[in-house]
Nanobody
Framework: QVHLVESGGGLVQAGGSLRLSCAAS????????MGWFRQAPGKERAFVAAINWNGGRTYSPDSVKGRFTISRDNAKNTVYLQMNSLKPEDTAVYYCAADRAAWSTGNYDYWGQGTQVTVSS
């Protein structure tokens, strides 16, 4: 059974930082690209970042580029999201997801339960 468990969320002031972690089990982590998404109240889920199987390629939208960094440790079956210079509009539930392929395709088949990030102004 596949489990993706996010941690590291919380309440932070604008301009602060958080590092989210997503621990994976039940799948061959090192052969999967991974992604982070977020969903704010009343909004659709939005793509935040993705990383291919060996960390050699990452992707992120302009809204977080330069502030958020995705990374992974295949020895620990964990993917991270370092979030710096946080803004109130970053407030959301953050989810990690496992891509079906080693290279990021945007086709995710497993999702975590999410972790809440709240940025106060």
């Amino acid at each position: 059974q596949v489990h993706l468990v996010e941690s590291g969320g919380g309440l932070v002031q604008a301009g602060g930082s958080l590092r989210l972690s997503c621990a994976a089990s039940g799948l061959t982590f090192s052969s999967r690209a991974m992604g982070w998404f977020r969903q704010a109240p009343g909004k659709e889920r939005a793509f935040v970042a993705a990383i291919n199987w060996n960390g050699g390629r990452t992707y992120s939208p302009d809204s977080v580029k330069g502030r958020f960094t995705i990374s992974r440790d295949n020895a620990k079956n964990t993917v991270y999201l370092q979030m710096n210079s946080l803004k109130p509009e970053d407030t959301a539930v953050y989810y990690c997801a496992a891509d079906r392929a080693a290279w990021s395709t945007g086709n995710y088949d497993y999702w975590g339960q999410g972790t809440q990030v709240t940025v106060s102004s």
